[in-house]
């Protein structure tokens, strides 16, 4: 987590993956972008692993550590997340991680950022040295499959924790270990929203 000035008062920054964070009580999805999820491991060319994922959520909070950081955006997608460019004072973090190989241009939203994709590309860092998966196929893929397995088809599992009440979506890295105990109170859901809406937060990999 980062703390910066903001006005009079100061507000907890914190990064919950590779392209979101939160800055008090507002979640901000980076606008543009796909980094890779938390859990997920890239190609390197002798067809090695290595995690991606990691790697993008901890250049995140580089970049957020000690800026002067503002985010601009006013559209609220599905999530009730404000999608959002973040700045530490003229520095566009969200072009920064795409020039790192750290995310994809989310070109199926916003072309923004695709001349940054191309240049990372051909210099073939981060997620260019090798063919690997976009994060949006990895999330697709692995809902598939867990939904198949899932009660009634509803994959996301509601987790109650010392660290409160959690979703873990399919591309969790700790899906597979996290177990849904009914008479407890834990709940299977259909999507995210729902999980919102009902109490459970996502992780926040930056802090947990």
């Known amino acids: 987590m980062a703390t910066l000035p ?24 980076l606008k543009g972008i796909d980094a890779p999820e938390h859990g997920q491991k890239c190609n390197r060319p002798s067809g090695s692993l290595w995690p991606c994922g ?6 995140l909070q580089s970049l957020v550590e ?20 973040c ?29 940054e ?3 990372a590309k051909s210099m073939k860092v981060g997620i260019w040295q090798a ?6 196929e990895f999330r697709a893929e692995r809902w598939l499959v867990a939904q198949q397995e899932a009660p009634n088809g509803c994959p996301i599992k509601g987790n109650i924790s010392k660290q409160g009440r959690i979703y873990h979506a399919p591309w969790s890295p700790w899906y597979s270990r996290t177990s849904v105990n009914l008479k407890h109170g834990e709940k ?11 109490g459970w937060r996502a992780p926040k990999w930056g802090r947990e």
């Open 188 to 198: 299977w859901f259909c999507d995210e929203s729902e999980a919102k809406a009902a």
């Open 117 to 119: 994709q191309k240049y």
């Open 131 to 136: 063919d690997t998966q976009p994060a949006w």
């Open 66 to 85: 000690g800026a002067d950081l503002r985010c601009v955006g006013s559209e609220i997608d599905d999530y009730g997340r404000t999608i959002a460019t």
């Open 6 to 29: 903001t006005g009079a008062a100061a507000q907890t920054v914190t990064v919950v993956d590779g392209d979101t964070i939160e800055i008090g009580a507002t979640t901000y999805r």
């Open 87 to 115: 700045f530490d004072a003229d520095l566009d973090l969200n072009k920064e991680l795409v020039l790192k190989g750290l995310a994809w241009a989310f070109l199926k939203y916003s072309t923004i950022y695709e001349q």
């Open 54 to 59: 990691k790697h993008a959520t901890r250049a």
